[in-house]
Structures are given as C-alpha cells and as structure tokens.
C-alpha cells in the first residue's frame, strides 16, 4: 500500500528576509551611496590641492600629482557609471507593467 501524500500547505514556510537590510540595522543604500559621493569629492579636492601645490612650486612631485589626478578622474568615472546603471534600471523599472 502507499503512504499518503502530506499537505502542501505544511510544506510552505514564510521566507525570512534577507540579513542587513534597511531597518534591520544594515547599511542602507542611500547611505552607501552618500559615502561614494563623498569618497569622489574627497578624491577631487585632493587632486585639486595637489594640482596647485605643483604648480605654485610647493611641491615638485610631478608623480604624485599625476597619481591624485588619475585617482579623482577614475573615481568620477565609476561615479558616473554607477549613476548611468541606476539610471537605467530606474527607467526598466518605469516600464513594468503592474
């Protein structure tokens, strides 16, 4: 004889949310991003100072200035790509039909 089939709503659990999420605690996006603006602006004046340093003759490190100004170009350049995929997955998200 066969054992009988168990019910399926026995076999249906609530899914626990995922861990470090908005109130839970966690860091939140805006945050996280608000940290990466920051990091960029810190970046920029950076390279601004050390731009100015060279050229007033405060400082002859022709490396390190380049290295500062290579750095805050990098840094806005993965800034603006972020800020390009948000973009488009806030434009994906305008397009879901409900």
């Given at each position: 004889m066969a054992d009988p089939?168990?019910?399926?709503?026995?076999?249906?659990?609530?899914?626990?949310?995922?861990?470090?999420?908005?109130?839970?605690?966690?860091?939140?996006?805006?945050?996280?991003?608000?940290?990466?603006?920051?990091?960029?602006?810190?970046?920029?004046?950076?390279?601004?100072?050390?731009a100015r340093a060279y050229a007033t003759g405060r400082s002859t490190d022709v490396t390190a200035t380049m290295i500062a100004m290579e750095r805050a170009s990098i840094t806005l350049a993965l800034m603006l790509q972020v800020r390009n995929r948000l973009l488009e997955a806030y434009h994906e998200i305008q397009r879901m039909q409900v």
């Open positions: 089939i168990a019910p399926i709503d026995a076999a249906i659990r609530p899914i626990a949310p995922a861990g470090g999420a908005g109130a839970a605690g966690g860091v939140r996006f805006a945050d996280t991003l608000r940290d990466l603006v920051g990091e960029v602006e810190q970046a920029q004046k950076a390279a601004e100072e050390a």
